[in-house]
């Protein structure tokens, strides 16, 4: 926030921003903000002796809605030729911004929001990255929003970290915020049943509960009921939990192997209520890659969000509503 405001009031200021302190701003290299200038002719109005690029506050704001438009996925190209319409309105007449070809593969969709998703995540823009995750749990559901759209760029960023120190952290906990908050502003159907809950929750000292968060919007928009208890849910807590809400299906997640607890799983998958000769228990759901190589007899294993969907919407066939496309 300092070096933005930095930047902008020095732009506001005049005579403007150097190449290097606009690029550290947008996220993007100088070369990247030289081959703008060179193709598209979104440079710096002006320049100091010496072909010194100074970029000014019109200046800067051509070239962040540049950064928008790319995030967004149209083609440098359109882009530019957008943010200088945009930024320099055209007389009436001027060509309108055109439309996205109609019967665009789905693949070819999808690859160009998780472009712009990390595009706009790796330059921190927090307003497109919010915009643009919440286009794609509309467009697609939470389902699709997470597996072939978050997930990928999740992963995506998680490499460019282990490979450049700590270089990319602060974009991916930016990013996961994001995808926390998206998941959660979804569609929520109302629920219409009276059935016990699913329960949903991550082991002791698991901490990634991403997941399991779009678990939760799934069930949500197909009005499931649900009790979502979050990261690294102590033992005494969830077990609580699971007695009070007498549940259906109990989704305990672990990412890693050190955080899968069988014991704990056996535990709840033991758990009883109700009077005597009518005593109810939980299906246990172990969920997460932190399971592989673990069994415990009668826990479903899926091997996907789709698959866990589907699985526990059968265990409800008082619900008329049809599963979730896998």
């Not at 359109?78 to 007389?91: D, F, M, V, Y």
């Not at 996961?176 to 991550?202: D, E, I, K, N």
């Not at 549940?247 to 050190?258: E, G, K």
């Amino acid at each position: 926030m300092d070096e933005e405001r930095d930047v902008r009031g020095a732009a506001a200021r005049g005579p403007g921003v150097t190449t290097g302190a606009l690029a550290r701003r947008l996220g993007v290299s100088p070369t990247t903000l030289r081959t703008w200038d060179r193709r598209y002719g979104l440079g710096p109005a002006e320049r100091a002796a010496g072909h010194h690029r100074r970029w000014s506050a019109q200046d800067v704001a051509v070239v962040e809605e540049m950064c928008r438009l790319t995030a967004s996925g149209l083609p440098p190209a359109e882009a530019a030729h957008l943010a200088g319409k945009r930024q320099h309105p055209a007389a009436p007449g001027a060509v309108p911004r055109p439309r996205a070809a109609a019967g665009r593969p789905a693949a070819a969709a999808l690859e160009r929001q998780r472009r712009g998703l990390a595009r706009a995540a790796t330059r921190l823009d927090a307003p497109v990255v919010r915009e643009l995750l919440d286009e794609a749990v509309a467009q697609h559901g939470p389902v699709v929003a997470w597996q072939d759209v978050m997930v990928p760029v999740l992963h995506a960023i998680g490499r460019k970290w282990e490979a450049a120190g700590d270089r990319y952290v602060e974009v991916e906990h930016l990013l996961s915020g994001h995808v926390s908050r998206a998941l959660h502003r979804g569609p929520v159907a109302p629920v219409t049943t009276a059935a016990p809950p699913v329960v949903l929750a991550c082991a002791p000292a698991e901490d990634h509960s991403l997941p399991l968060e779009a678990l939760s919007a799934a069930l949500d928009e197909l009005g499931l009921p649900q009790r979502m208890f979050g990261a690294a849910v102590p033992v005494e807590a969830v077990t609580t939990a699971v007695r009070r809400t007498g549940p259906r299906v109990v989704v305990l997640w672990a990412q890693a192997r050190s955080t899968a607890s069988l014991p704990l799983a056996r535990h709840l998958a033991e758990a009883r209520w109700g009077v005597r000769g009518a005593r109810g228990g939980p299906v246990m759901m172990l969920a997460g890659p932190g399971w592989a190589g673990r069994s415990l007899r009668g826990a479903l294993r899926p091997a996907s969000l789709p698959e866990a969907l589907t699985r526990i919407r059968l265990l409800y066939p008082e619900l008329t509503a049809d599963p979730a496309p896998a």
